[in-house]
């Protein structure tokens, strides 16, 4: 996951070999524009194998869903709510009712809840309404404390339980 800026200064085709080399199969590019992926860009991702992953809100139009999903090779991102990393999953009628109205959609693509995910009650809740859930946030703060390799196992297994 990154910003387009440094990946049109590195090069964009460049950029796609370079994270196919390295083993990379999905690419998370929140402001990349949908038009420009389409008309400019997509033939560097699919030429290397490579998924631009497109993020999805609860203010995201069906139209806009729908491109979305003819536009994407392997999974759509579905923000939990309209609002920043690293807080704590919180469903809301508002939040459920997004949740369905994109499950009702009958995507091609598989969806996936983002967002909030910290433990194993917000990863239930998350697969109730989609095909899997990302811990983000919560596992880059593992990654900063100490014994961090002896802590993963634990802590993906509680998300997992």
Do not use: H, W
């Not at 038009?35 to 194998?49: A, G, H, K, R, V």
């Not at 994109?102 to 998350?126: Q, R, W």
């Amino acid at each position: 996951m990154g910003y387009f800026n440094p990946i049109v200064q590195y090069g964009v085709e460049r950029f796609c070999k370079k994270a196919a080399e390295l083993g990379v199969d999905g690419i998370i590019v929140p402001d990349l524009p949908m038009y420009e992926y389409e008309e400019l860009y997509s033939s560097y991702f699919t030429d290397n194998n490579l998924s631009n992953i497109f993020l999805v809100t609860p203010q995201t139009s069906p139209d806009r869903i729908r491109k979305i999903d003819e536009l994407s090779s392997s999974f759509i991102y579905l923000l939990s709510s309209s609002t920043i990393t690293g807080f704590d999953l919180q469903v809301t009628n508002n939040v459920e009712d997004y949740y369905k109205r994109v499950s009702a959609m009958k995507l091609n693509n598989p969806t996936i809840i983002g967002f909030g995910i910290t433990d194993n009650a917000s990863f239930k809740k998350a697969c109730e309404y989609a095909n899997g859930a990302i811990v983000g946030s919560k596992f880059v703060k593992l990654l900063g404390e100490e014994s961090y390799m002896e802590k993963i196992p634990g802590f993906i297994g509680s998300i997992k339980k």
